[in-house]
């Protein structure tokens, strides 16, 4: 905790970046919805305008996400701009800080260290600075591992839905799960996706819905591709198409072959997210910081362990910042290997014989008396 105060303190102080450049697009896209009408907030001049007017002196960005994200930001539209992105920060890392201590399966001090070490990340410090809607996803996949667990699929699923507000980085995590078994959690998910489309056609009509997607079709922005697999193994095209189907099965088939333990599976959905997207952020990774503390969670050994805490270590803001940081586009690679991990444990010889010892019990669930 005292490292994530510090690294956020200098980030605050000494930013390397305009601070909350992502959040002063999500609030002008919600301040043009709240004017205009909601079917104008993929206008990009009226949003850019909006943005100037919000921040004169800060660049303005096109905004990309989907509606929620400009929904949930118009909640803080009544306060001056600056208060509102100080306010967003701050709630966005708390959410994902208390989530991942609520769900832990350790108690005391232990589960505030681990809390701690995932929290500890430069991408968690890089997702706030920017007011990210990323450490919501992260938080709402946490939760839902603790959700899961408990067989509380139906709640779960709607905890899953918080991947709405930024697919790319979990879209695989409700699949993931429905590989694992858990239907009613699928079930659930996909009714809360048609909800929140449903709200979408009536707040927004064709007319906005038609932006939308003109948006998704549109070439990808420049510059994002550092934590793609082309950016990272130098991978295109047909190789590239290939790769991803792989990793899409392998991801799958993970879920399934570990599906007594749920937060595996999602920890497997959330890698594969990463892997197969075609467009990232250092901020993303917050998906990553999820996964790795979901298999700490789930396997206490040592030998998972000790590299994971190797990682949070390295991936500290003042390692990050130092001459033996790991670049942007060595990242993947580290997901590619906990994902292969996770493939050797699915086919451990010995494994289905451990897990029957459970029944039909969850690995490391608290049973009720």
């Not at 905004?63 to 701050?90: D, H, I, K, R």
């Not at 937060?263 to 998906?287: N, Q, R, T």
Request: net charge positive; proline share 6%; hydrophobic share 60%.
């Amino acid at each position: 905790m005292v490292v994530v105060l510090v690294a956020l303190g200098l980030d605050l102080w000494n930013p390397s970046e305009p601070i909350g450049i992502d959040f002063h697009t999500y609030e002008a896209a919600a301040r043009v919805g709240l004017q205009a009408g909601w079917s104008h907030i993929y206008d990009q001049s009226l949003v850019a305008a909006e943005q100037v007017n919000l921040v004169p002196g800060q660049t303005a960005q096109p905004f990309l996400s989907p509606p929620p994200v400009a929904w949930v930001a118009a909640l803080l539209a009544p306060l001056p701009y600056w208060p509102s992105y100080y306010v967003w920060a701050a709630l966005t890392l708390i959410a994902f800080g208390l989530a991942l201590v609520w769900a832990s399966v350790d108690r005391g001090l232990v589960r505030w260290l681990a809390a701690g070490a995932a929290l500890a990340p430069w991408w968690v410090m890089h997702a706030v600075h920017l007011g990210q809607v990323v450490p919501l996803v992260a938080a709402g996949v946490v939760i839902a591992w603790r959700l899961a667990r408990e067989r509380r699929d139906v709640a779960a699923g709607i905890a899953v839905a918080v991947v709405l507000l930024k697919p790319n980085t979990g879209v695989l995590v409700p699949l993931a799960l429905l590989a694992a078994g858990r239907f009613r959690t699928f079930i659930a998910w996909a009714g809360a996706g048609i909800v929140v489309a449903g709200i979408a056609w009536v707040m927004m009509g064709s007319s906005g819905l038609s932006a939308y997607t003109a948006q998704l079709t549109a070439p990808l922005p420049t510059g994002a591709n550092s934590l793609t697999l082309e950016g990272a193994i130098g991978a295109g095209g047909a190789v590239a198409f290939g790769l991803r189907l792989l990793i899409v099965a392998a991801s799958l088939a993970v879920a399934f072959r570990l599906r007594r333990s749920p937060g595996l599976a999602i920890a497997a959905g959330a890698l594969g997210s990463l892997l197969v997207a075609p467009y990232l952020h250092g901020s993303d990774l917050c998906l990553l910081g999820a996964a790795a503390w979901m298999v700490w969670e789930e396997r206490p050994a040592l030998t998972w362990r000790i590299p994971i805490a190797a990682a949070w270590v390295v991936a500290s803001p003042f390692v990050a910042s130092s001459g033996v940081s790991l670049g942007l586009n060595r990242w993947p690679l580290v997901e590619l290997a906990l994902l292969a991990a996770l493939v050797v444990e699915a086919w451990r010889p010995g494994r289905e014989r451990e897990a029957a010892l459970t029944g039909k019990a969850d690995l490391r669930s608290r049973a009720h008396a």
